[in-house]
């Protein structure tokens, strides 16, 4: 389309600055049209012109003595604008502006006097100046508008006041409905049967509502086991806990901060209160916990009660030993791999704690005279007893000594005591009748025969004898010792509150709700 425009209007222009040239009529232009024509001779079709061509209009202007014959939809096509010859003169009045025309809409128009006007002043913006432009914005309700092409027709049956913003909250009234408050009117016991469901942290929460539920989050039914594995506990939190009855409590690998009796945020002590001098904790797991030992001796030092009790991996003192003391329903004590562990301390916990059931020293770094003192302070009560690690300084006469002692033991654990003989091999089975599990691994004064001994045991059911036999000497003790399971577990679980993938329980009692 645009290439046939190209054609008729440079014939047109030739046609018209020809000397003499005819006036009336336009040349025709060959191409599509004469094509056309042919056609219509070959098939016999008379000469009739479309429609389009009918309606299509023309524009004579005149310009100093020629005359232009200019087809007005030939240049909307090629897209020029018509222009006369005396475009430059400026004794006429400039052509109305185009509704497409481009323009630079940053650029205001000046005013009829010449004078600049000021880019804020708006008195030369009218309603017939729309240009067709984005950025025009009509007045409001503008009617005149409505005789524009472009424009769209305004509805004058909308009020004017329905275009303006009002604040509709403003006079709005919130009616607060009165009703009553039912989880108040219930009875405490109910109360405490819904915050018994709820996380710790959440129930802690519950104590800022007002002062019902803060009597009633602080009852001693919902904090008698915690969980506090693995945290990094404030100071002043270990108090609230232990001021509210808590009877359970996990603190293993948990990160205690200097101050666990006074509060982080008053300084005022949290522990212990007028209605509670002594913690009332039974079961208290401290293992591979980090804190300091005046922590260490501060905790144990309200502690009265204890049953369970394990400080693996811990640094104890010769105070924290004279406050484990004063637990004499002790019965589980685990104090495996500790360090400052004196002849004097567990000599104290001994004497003290005479109902010791299950009991766990081993890789303490015990000297000879502590080892002689853990010996002769042993009591019958003990069913299970650890005391590896003692390379040097467990011998043939404290095993004796122990034997004599404790002659109801179930398990017993001495491995990587190299100072051992087969005669306490003998001795264990000669003095412990109810023998059920025994390690002897590493033990390389005891030789690999000396252990056919142990067929005359009736009641042994586990050997454990890790880094001593070949495979051919394993089989062969397999074959020997029918009934006895061999190798059967690596670690012991004397004493320990947590055997296994069990994190939710300590010595068989859950910490979590």
């Not at 209009?57 to 020629?66: I, N, P």
């Not at 945290?231 to 666990?260: E, K, M």
């Not at 209605?275 to 293992?287: A, C, F, P």
């Not at 590493?442 to 005359?456: A, D, F, N, W």
Request: proline share 6%; net charge positive; glycine share 6%.
């Amino acid at each position: 389309m645009k290439r046939k425009a190209a054609v008729e209007c440079e014939a047109l222009l030739s046609e018209n600055s020809r000397p003499g040239g005819s006036q009336t009529e336009p040349v025709p232009v060959p191409g599509q049209g004469n094509a056309e024509k042919r056609q219509r001779m070959r098939y016999g079709e008379p000469r009739v012109q479309s429609q389009a061509k009918k309606r299509r209009t023309h524009k004579q202007v005149t310009s100093e003595g020629t005359n232009k014959l200019v087809n007005e939809e030939l240049l909307e096509e090629m897209g020029v604008n018509i222009l006369s010859d005396n475009s430059n003169s400026c004794d006429t009045a400039p052509p109305p502006p185009l509704v497409l025309q481009n323009k630079d809409q940053n650029i205001l128009p000046p005013n009829a006097s010449g004078s600049a006007s000021s880019p804020l002043d708006t008195s030369n913006l009218s309603i017939c100046s729309y240009d067709g432009s984005s950025s025009y914005t009509a007045p409001p309700r503008a009617t005149s508008l409505s005789h524009h092409t472009y424009a769209l027709a305004v509805d004058t049956s909308i009020p004017d006041e329905y275009f303006r913003y009002s604040n509709t909250t403003r006079d709005r009234v919130v009616q607060v409905k009165e009703a009553r408050d039912l989880f108040n009117l219930m009875s405490d016991e109910v109360v405490l049967s819904v915050f018994r469901w709820l996380h710790k942290g959440t129930l802690a929460r519950c104590a800022l509502v007002c002062k019902r539920w803060y009597r009633l989050s602080s009852d001693e039914s919902l904090w008698r086991r915690l969980d506090l594995g693995l945290a990094t506990v404030p100071p002043g939190v270990v108090g609230q806990v232990v001021s509210r009855g808590c009877g359970v409590l996990r603190l293993a690998r948990a990160t205690l901060q200097p101050g666990i009796f006074s509060s982080c945020t008053s300084g005022l002590p949290t522990f212990p209160t007028t209605s509670m001098e002594t913690s009332r904790l039974q079961y208290l797991d401290l293992s591979m916990a980090s804190m300091s030992p005046t922590c260490m001796d501060t905790l144990l030092s309200y502690c009265t009660i204890l049953k369970n009790l394990s400080l693996e991996m811990c640094s104890v003192s010769d105070s924290a030993s004279t406050a484990i003391s004063y637990n004499p329903s002790l019965s589980v004590l685990h104090m495996g791999q500790v360090q400052g562990l004196t002849t004097l301390g567990i000599s104290r916990i001994l004497s003290s704690c005479t109902q010791l059931v299950e009991l766990n020293l081993g890789w303490t770094s015990l000297s000879s005279p502590a080892v002689q003192a853990v010996c002769s302070l042993l009591q019958p009560t003990l069913r299970r007893l650890c005391l590896s690690g003692n390379r040097d300084t467990l011998l043939d006469t404290h095993v004796d000594l122990m034997l004599d002692n404790c002659p109801n033991l179930r398990e017993l654990d001495v491995s990587d005591s190299t100072k051992l003989t087969a005669v306490s091999l003998n001795m264990m089975v000669d003095k412990l009748r109810y023998l059920e599990s025994l390690s002897t691994s590493r033990c390389y004064g005891i030789s690999p025969s000396s252990y056919l001994i142990l067929s005359t045991c009736p009641t042994l059911l586990y050997l454990n004898v890790f880094g001593l036999l070949r495979d051919p000497a394993m089989v062969e003790l397999r074959q020997r010792l029918k009934g006895i399971e061999i190798n059967k577990f690596l670690f012991t679980s004397i004493a320990r509150p947590t055997v296994g993938i069990k994190r939710t329980s300590i010595w068989n009692l859950r910490v979590r709700e």
